[in-house]
């Protein structure tokens, strides 16, 4: 429910695994295996040398000596910031926004989700079924989609009935809708957490 590019995300993770694990066995090779050693060292030894024959291909005033001794943490540098810019695009979409109504007469009218939470934790007072809840909106991916969609998290009980913890988030739904006055996007998570582990399980009668 949120702006992430999930498959980029697998992709970026797969090669950036399959990047550590390679110079992983290759670290691991040149320290037990001899062949791998001489190898390896060979290669570094030549990349070595041409990284020294290419330094006087672009001299630059000192201390620099060559523009591609800069050009290297340059390079480095700007991956770093991708990476960072990466990470702050990553989730989004959350809105405290529940629903809005646009009227060119009687104006804008907005829903904070927190007046809907708030009726959500009312509702559930004294119900031994749940022993935490939280209610978030969240704006759509796409254009078409703008209306928020909202994402109703109960935590159930140890020893709580999984049809009465269902039922009870289907009257609760019911009732996010009559406040509103539409049918909303919503998603149920029914789940535990540390609260239900510690809470005393609901036995029956």
């Given amino acids: 429910m949120n702006s992430t590019n999930r498959a980029m995300n697998r992709l970026l993770l797969a090669t950036a695994g399959l990047v550590l694990l390679a110079a992983g066995l290759l670290a691991a090779g040149?320290?037990?295996?001899?062949?791998?050693?001489?190898?390896?060292?060979?290669?570094?030894?030549?990349?070595l040398e041409r990284w020294q024959a290419l330094l006087p291909t672009a001299p630059a005033p000192e201390p620099l000596g060559s523009w591609w001794s800069l050009a290297l943490p340059a390079l480095l540098l700007l991956g770093?910031?991708?990476?960072?810019?990466?990470?702050?695009?990553?989730?989004?979409?959350?809105?405290?926004?529940?629903?809005?109504?646009?009227?060119p007469?009687?104006?804008?009218?907005?829903?904070?989700?927190?007046?809907?939470?708030?009726?959500?934790?009312?509702?559930?007072?004294?119900?031994?079924?749940v022993v935490g809840s939280s209610l978030t909106a969240w704006r759509g991916r796409t254009k078409r989609n703008t209306a928020p969609a909202l994402r109703l998290t109960l935590q159930a009980r140890n020893g709580a009935s999984p049809r009465e913890v269902a039922d009870l988030a289907e009257d609760l739904?019911?009732?996010?809708?009559?406040?509103?006055?539409?049918?909303?996007?919503?998603?149920?998570?029914?789940?535990?957490g540390t609260r239900t582990k510690l809470a005393r399980a609901h036995r029956a009668g």
């Fill in 173 to 192: 739904v019911g009732a996010i809708d009559a406040l509103l006055g539409h049918h909303p996007t919503v998603l149920v998570r029914i789940g535990s």
């Fill in 105 to 129: 007469e009687s104006g804008d009218t907005a829903v904070d989700v927190s007046y809907l939470a708030a009726a959500v934790d009312e509702a559930l007072k004294g119900n031994r079924a």
């Fill in 30 to 47: 040149a320290g037990l295996v001899p062949a791998v050693r001489e190898q390896w060292n060979a290669v570094a030894t030549g990349l």
């Fill in 80 to 103: 770093a910031a991708a990476s960072i810019f990466w990470l702050t695009r990553q989730g989004g979409g959350r809105t405290g926004t529940a629903a809005s109504e646009q009227d």
